[in-house]
């Protein structure tokens, strides 16, 4: 082996390190270029599947999935498009996303497109989009915005069908609108009668602030001594079951009792489970005044329970029937004398006479109590009948007067709405039992006067079925000069947010009723005017009552001011609150020098302390009068009366004034005093015979005006007793005038 030179060594030592070097280096470049490429082919493969992953996730979600770039141009769309929009996503893509947008969205749009090339992130929007069929579905969008490329942006966008909610709501705005708008009081609490809700009506009923209201137990509007009954009421309505037409007494925020018609039942979920419960209430207190109107006149328009339209019964303590009226006779079918002695189960069969008077046992005296129980007919039929009774004392004896209404047909409603609310959807059940356990009439009309919708009522009250009324014109089915003035107040409800009210007497097709109507417009959840509702509540009985009472005083003031006996009425403290022509005439008095207790400037000066002190002390006993003095008018003429008096009472037999009568006896008095002065002279037979029928030729005049004036007046009237009474003293001055010829 040959020995090399150090320096050569050292030279061929450092190439073969070199070579080496560069056979690695080439090596492992080769080596790490393969493992490059092995790895881009793996992450190119999880692309694709990701895409894949990506397309299928897409395609197969309930929701739409849309890529736009930034000049608004679909790029992609997911396949369920076309099940939603109704376009094909092919029929879309290159097309311009806002050609589907509802014109007044256009703003909102063109707001978005700016922020997809802003880069602004994700935002949340609601749509109108149009389906390919022409209408608009509300879609609820979400949209991303994304670097696509160094030079464009683009934005996914995953939107959700909203349209069923947003009519939901739509309905709950419109019902809400309805509750609202309503003059009736609705009420809504948890189980533990705590308030959830109430309306505007309630409000200003009890004239409470809503957030004094919501959240507090509505004993709050209750009697503390009903809380008991209200406990017990609510335990009823846990258990399913309805309290219809219940009268009571709430109180508002100052303590005022105010009377109250109240509907209660109980909202249960899909399960049928109690979960709220609800109170639907009326102010009645121009009916109660009304009644309490017509029962404190009773002795005055008696003819008023002759004509009334539900059957009157007058009971006894001992359950006998001792008055009725034509009502009762025509509801049972039976003759006045068939029904007056008779017990009163005869009448009522669920109360035997020893079942009747427990009932009534611990009733509080001249308090109201309503329930409801059937009258038997002649024929053995049953009629349902919603009783009003009171009891009372008179005289000592105890009586109990009922007020018996006919409700067959509120019998019938109450369970076709009992049926129509079960099968309701649960959403819409507090709505439906408020329209329809109201009794209002409920329309809509667009703001050019044509019927969007009826309510049952509405339409029932037209001869006809909801659908009948849908499209047609207002003046389509109202006389011309009628259908008018109904679109004169609904452009006046359309400038307004207030509700209007009116009073109508309204020829329907079938009848004549009076309605009293609010007019309310109704917006979108965009505020757009749709059109007004219209709410009717049939007030005819109300007029009616107001009529009868109006028309029962035009009598009763039309035979005192022809009457020929002075009469007058007082107070119930003896001062004088009416006097009538004759009195007038008879006194030189106006009405207004007579009120209170100017009447007593009246009598005779030797006469008239006399007369105030026993008139006076006359009131602290049972205040019947009867007495004879002398009046004298400004011209000092004097005239002998005999007056007569007897008070009048209320329906809860409260004594509430007096009604009193002076018959002239002036030639009585002259005559008295004739026949004394001449008792003594020998011509008295002669002059006697001839005065006596002078004297009967004037009581028989009188004796007739005031026998036919009996011919005429009911002898329940409260002057009958009067006019009898001097129709007596008649009689007895004219038998006094045959002994004299």
């Known amino acids: 082996v040959p020995v090399w030179p150090k320096e050569k060594f050292e030279k061929y030592i450092d190439f073969i390190k070199n070579f080496i070097e560069i056979i690695a280096n080439t090596g492992l470049n080769r080596i790490r270029e393969k493992k490059n490429q092995e790895n881009l082919l793996k992450e190119k493969q999880k692309a694709v599947d990701s895409e894949e992953k990506y397309r299928m996730l897409v395609d197969n979600i309930n929701e739409l999935v849309c890529e736009i770039d930034s000049n608004g141009i679909y790029t992609y769309l997911s396949p369920n498009y076309e099940e939603i929009i109704g376009y094909k996503p092919n029929e879309l893509l290159g097309k311009a996303a806002a050609d589907l947008i509802h014109p007044d969205d256009w703003a909102l749009s063109q707001e978005k497109h700016e922020k997809i090339n802003m880069n602004s992130g994700t935002s949340v929007d609601v749509w109108r989009f149009l389906h390919k069929n022409g209408t608009y579905r509300y879609i609820e969008s979400r949209g ?49 009668g705590i308030i959830t809700y109430t309306n505007r009506a309630v409000m200003d009923l009890y004239q409470y602030a809503e957030d004094e209201l919501i959240g507090k137990s509505v004993s709050i509007l209750w009697k503390e001594e009903d809380n008991d009954g209200l406990r017990n009421l609510i335990g009823d309505l846990m258990q399913g079951k309805v309290v219809k037409n219940m009268e009571t007494y709430c109180l508002d925020k100052s303590g005022n009792e105010i009377p109250i018609l109240m509907s209660l039942t109980g909202l249960t979920n899909s399960t049928g489970e109690v979960v709220e419960l609800m109170g639907i209430s009326k102010e009645i207190s121009s009916v109660k005044n009304a009644q309490y109107a017509l029962i404190e006149n009773e002795e005055k328009y008696r003819n008023l329970v002759e004509t009334a339209s539900d059957a009157i019964y007058l009971i006894s303590d001992d359950g006998k029937i001792v008055d009725t009226n034509e009502s009762a006779c025509q509801m049972l079918g039976k003759a006045k004398q068939e029904i007056v002695g008779a017990l009163i189960n005869t009448v009522d069969p669920n109360y035997p006479v020893d079942q009747f008077l427990g009932f009534w046992k611990d009733i509080p005296f001249n308090k109201q109590f309503i329930f409801e129980t059937s009258h038997q007919h002649q024929n053995g039929s049953f009629i349902p009948v ?36 079960e099968s309701a959807e649960e959403n819409e059940e507090k709505y439906r039992l408020l329209h329809e356990n109201a009794g209002l009439g409920i329309g809509y009309y667009t703001t050019e006067g044509v019927v969007l919708s009826y309510n049952t009522i509405a339409a029932r009250r037209m001869n006809g079925v909801p659908g009948d009324f849908q499209g047609k014109s207002i003046f389509d089915l109202f006389p011309r000069e009628d259908a008018e003035e109904y679109m004169r107040r609904i452009q006046r409800a359309i400038k307004t947010d207030d509700i209007i009210e009116y009073e109508d007497f309204v020829d329907l097709p079938s009848e004549k009723k009076w309605f009293l109507s609010t007019f309310t417009k109704i917006k979108n959840s965009n505020g757009r005017v749709l059109g007004v509702q219209i709410i009717s509540h049939d007030i005819t009985d109300r007029k009616e009552a107001e009529e009868k009472l109006k028309e029962s005083e035009e009598k009763f ?161 409260p002057s009958y007793e009067l006019i009898s009474d001097a129709e007596k003293s008649i009689n007895r001055a004219t038998k006094l005038t045959h002994q004299l010829l």
Not at 400 to 419: C, H, M, S, V
Not at 576 to 583: K, S
Request: proline share 1%; net charge negative.
């Open 144 to 192: 991303k915005v994304y670097q696509y490329s160094e030079k464009e942006k683009r934005a996914v966008v995953i939107s959700s069908d909203i349209t069923e909610k947003k009519e939901k709501e739509d309905l709950l705005k419109k019902s809400s609108i309805i509750i609202n708008s309503t003059t009736d009081l609705v009420i809504t609490t948890d189980l533990n």
């Open 386 to 421: 919603e009783v009003s009774g009171i009891k009372y004392k008179q005289h000592g004896d105890v009586f109990f007067y009922g007020i018996a209404r006919d409700i067959t047909e509120r019998k019938k409603a109450e369970k076709d709405i009992l049926n129509a609310k």
């Open 557 to 717: 003031k039309a035979f005192t001011e022809q009457s020929a006996v002075a009469i007058y009425v007082t107070d119930i403290d003896g001062d004088c609150i009416y006097v009538n022509d004759c009195w007038k005439e008879m006194s030189g008095m106006s009405s207004d020098e007579a009120m209170g207790k100017g009447w007593i400037n009246a009598l005779h000066p030797e006469d008239r302390n006399d007369i105030r002190e026993k008139w006076y002390k006359s009131l602290e006993s049972d205040g019947k009068w009867s007495f004879e003095y002398r009046i004298v008018d400004k011209q000092e003429n004097i005239t002998w009366v005999e007056g007569t008096a007897k008070p009048m009472y209320n329906h809860k037999h409260q004594r509430i004034g007096y009604l009193g009568s002076n018959v002239n006896i002036t030639d009585r008095k002259l005559a008295e005093g004739e026949l004394i002065k001449m008792k003594n002279l020998k011509s008295i037979g002669t002059l006697a015979g001839g005065i006596a029928h002078d004297f009967n030729n004037i009581l028989a005049g009188i004796y007739g005006n005031i026998s036919l004036a009996l011919e005429d007046l009911d002898h329940s009237h």
